[in-house]
Nanobody, 121 residues
Framework: QVQLVESGGGLVQAGGSLRLSCAAS????????MGWYRQAPGKQRELVAR???????AYADSVKGRFTISRDNAKNTVYLQMNSLKAEDTAVYYC???????????????WGQGTQVTVSS
């Protein structure tokens, strides 16, 4: 079975920084696109950033210049460095992998359990 486990959320003051991590486990052979999404209370889940297996990245306009996504393929881990945090960044942040090869099996659209990020103004 494949799992994604996030860590690194917490409470931070506006202007501060946090680094989220998401590690995939389960005899991983390869992971295609990994991404971070967030969902604030009363709002739909939205894409924050994503990164391909080769390192190509894409960001939501609201986080460009403040957030950086990266990955370590050897560790099957994706990171989200969040700087200059704002109150509107407060949300539960979820890790996603669109396609994972584990042994001879394939898993699609896998999600982590989420980690809370709260930015106080």
């Amino acid at each position: 079975q494949v799992q994604l486990v996030e860590s690194g959320g917490g409470l931070v003051q506006a202007g501060g920084s946090l680094r989220l991590s998401c590690a995939a486990s389960g005899s991983i052979v390869s992971i295609n696109i990994m991404g971070w999404y967030r969902q604030a209370p009363g709002k739909q889940r939205e894409l924050v950033a994503r990164i391909g297996s080769g390192g190509s990245t894409a960001y939501a306009d609201s986080v460009k210049g403040r957030f950086t996504i990266s990955r370590d393929n050897a560790k099957n881990t994706v990171y989200l460095q969040m700087n200059s945090l704002k109150a509107e960044d407060t949300a539960v942040y979820y890790c996603n992998a669109d396609r994972i090869q584990s042994g001879s099996s394939w898993f699609f659209n896998r999600w982590g359990q989420g980690t809370q990020v709260t930015v106080s103004s």
